[in-house]
């Protein structure tokens, strides 16, 4: 089985390259705040996808219930 990788694979040294690049580009006190925002998002994105996906259970089971009575 192949595996296709974007990047190959990402070894210790690039992983503190690109650390030292992230903090050196937004410095130590940015960080934070950076990836408390990157959660915010992640956790709205997840709570629109479960909305939708609720949503589109209900009307499948609405569907259902509408064949039924028929």
Request: proline share 1%; no cysteine.
């Amino acid at each position: 089985m192949k595996t296709i990788l974007l990047f190959g694979t990402i070894g210790t040294q690039e992983i503190l390259l690109i650390l030292l690049v992230v903090l050196l580009f937004f410095g130590g006190k940015k960080i934070p705040e950076l990836m408390r925002g990157l959660g915010k998002g992640v956790k709205n994105f997840k709570d629109g996808m479960n909305s939708v996906e609720k949503e589109i259970k209900s009307n499948i089971d609405d569907i259902d219930k509408n064949t039924e009575n028929k």
